[in-house]
């Protein structure tokens, strides 16, 4: 599977840039110098220094972004060592950008060169030239961006004669606060994959924190979680036989809605984590393994589905009696839901259309109905077992399974011999319409996500 998270401004999405953080200092130093030169004319020139990743490019190129009557430029290599070169480019960059403040950027050249001890001089004479002559009536910023210290101090030296153009000694870029920078990694990685997040990828936010405190610049710590997830991605996507599916009978709209926020229906369903993790306090954000509940949320491909009730009403009355006929046209409307679909393994071929809960009698008999069954969930399992047989499937209701590590209680268990994932847990929360509220679902998925990870070795058994 390919995932991107770039680290490099030239790597990212050029519609994600304008998403940028801007650094105010240094659009603070651009608007004093755009003053400046209104006032007193000429050029003026800027070295930047900043660590390797500590964003350097990204702030100084963006600033057309946050000030719109700025237009920023690259110098190449032949416009940075030819003055009549980088003359030629200025002049077509205002042809194009009349009435916008110029700002060129170099960044860092001097890195891929050699003599590098010779390129301040050379270039600072270059544009003390232009400020006397060709350039004295056009306003313009340059910027050298560096990762060097002393290069940076070698150009300072070098407008010793010209002194006037110097905007700063000492400028430097550090990046956004560590605090931030969680933040920024999830929007950039989610933004470069389809909207999806990284824990989808094992990787949550105590990791994120973790790296963050752990690296200098925002830049490396970028590159150490795309260091992780190529070295989690194949261990995530590790094949189980199991899948776990959280069935959740809903008897109206509401409910439904409530259990959904838990959801991505669209995904099959699939757990969102954001959603379940936003729903924790305090004390179990700190101290539940949250690294080992989202790995066994992955490695169980872990699903949560409402059911409406309406769709297994005619389906599960007498329950008491294990021989009842079962219509049909109800088996029919069940083999319809969005439930069936995701366990026979059928959704990717399935045109998805989102499930709506209409008031009707069919509705309302099916919720007076559910209010006399919620309390017998182990008979409601029984019977949903033997809806999955008449549809053609190995089922059976309170199977006992085993690993090394611990057990679990499967309310149903399907079998579905030529899918990848081939043996189905399916736990049912027969919860009442008056209990179904985000705080019990969220507990309800914490218990199922401990119990999942307890089996497959993630966390000891308590």
Known sequence: MNVRLPSRYEDLDIAYRGRLIPNTELLNMVNQANKSMKISGGIRFLPIYGESGAGKSCAAREISTHMPYIKTFILERNEIENREELMKKIIQENAKNPD?????????????????????????????????????NLPIIFMWLTTNKSFRDLLVEATNRNRRILLNRDFTIVGPEKESWPKIIEETFSFHNSEKPLADYGIIENDLIDLSRDNKTIGSAIECVGTSLGESIDDVQNLSDYQVIIMWPVADSLRNQRVLQFSKPREGYKLNWDAWFNELNEE?????????????????????????TADLHRLCL???????????????????????????????????????????????????????????????????????????????????ITSKHSSVRADVFVKRPNSQKNKIIIELKAFSSENTMPSTIKDAIKVTLRRHAQFAGFIQRQ
Do not use: M
């Open 100 to 136: 916008k403040l110029l700002i060129a950027i170099v960044d860092q050249y001097e890195e891929n060169v050699a003599g590098k001890e010779r390129i301040p001089t050379q270039f600072v004479e270059h544009l003390s030239l232009l400020d006397r002559g060709d350039l004295r």
């Open 284 to 308: 179990d954000r700190q101290q539940l393994p949250l690294r080992e509940l989202n790995r066994a949320r992955l490695y169980f491909d872990l699903r949560i589905i409402p059911v409406r």
């Open 318 to 400: 007498n329950l008491e009696e294990d021989t009842v006929a079962l219509a049909k046209t109800y088996l029919g409307r069940f083999q319809r839901t969005h439930f069936f679909h995701v366990v026979s393994d059928s959704w990717n071929t399935y045109e998805y259309n989102p499930v709506r809960e209409r008031e009707s009698n069919r509705s309302e008999e099916a919720r007076k109905w559910y209010s006399t069954v919620s309390d017998k969930p182990t008979q409601l399992g029984r019977r949903l077992a033997r809806i999955f047989q008449q549809c053609g499937f190995s089922a059976t209701h309170e199977e006992t």
